[in-house]
């Protein structure tokens, strides 16, 4: 992608189980120009996670102290635990005319678009309820309950994701990489 084009912030969100991480890292790994932003949690540290490099894990006290100073681009709560973007962080990074993805949900994603109009939201959408609703029931690895719940979480994302600017179908890995791809580089075009 042209190197000379004008930094954009490129927020994106999917529901876990619809192959958004997979579709981010075949996109990264084509593309190592763009960087990841790293947010900042108050949950804890998977094995392999670095703090710096996965998150930037923080108590909930320093979280809630980054809150009361308005230090948060967005935040939002997601299964028990905050998750945050610094504000510092992504003027730092766009001052330094680096290109910036944001991993980030549903909620806090909305929030990035209400400040910064110009980011471009996209959401990693499953091919259809029914087509994930199948693959949780092959992995047998849910309870009815679960399955439920989830499914509930994904179409309360699937209604927010009607704000976003665009929709990737993961039907396809190679594919939805090629659907990302395009989306940005027609984006930086734009500027
Ligand atoms: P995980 O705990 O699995 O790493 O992430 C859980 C969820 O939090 C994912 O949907 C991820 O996109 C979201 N997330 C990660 N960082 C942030 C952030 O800075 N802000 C918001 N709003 N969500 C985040």
Request: with cysteine; charged share 30%; net charge neutral.
């Amino acid at each position: 992608m042209n190197k000379n084009l004008s930094k954009k912030l490129f927020v994106i969100s999917g529901s876990s189980g619809v192959g958004k991480g997979t579709v981010l890292k075949g996109f990264l790994k084509k593309h190592p120009e763009f960087m990841l932003s790293i947010s900042c949690t108050t949950r804890k540290p998977r094995v392999g996670e670095v703090d710096g490099v996965n998150y930037f894990f923080m108590t909930k006290d320093e979280f809630q102290t980054c809150i009361d100073n308005n230090k948060f681009l967005e935040w939002a709560e997601f299964a028990g635990n905050f998750y945050g973007t610094k504000k510092k962080y992504i003027q730092k990074c766009l001052e330094e005319g680096k290109d910036i993805i944001l991993e980030i949900e549903t909620k806090g994603a909305l929030q990035v678009k209400k400040q910064m109009p110009e980011s471009v939201l996209i959401f990693i959408a499953p091919p259809s309820i029914e087509a994930l609703e199948s693959r949780l029931r092959g992995r047998h690895t849910e309870d009815e309950e679960t399955i439920q719940r989830r499914l509930h979480e994904v179409k309360e994302e699937l209604r927010l994701a009607q704000q976003y600017d665009y929709k990737v179908i993961n039907d396809n890995l190679e594919d939805a990489i090629t659907q990302l791809e395009k989306i940005i580089s027609g984006e930086q075009e734009k500027c």
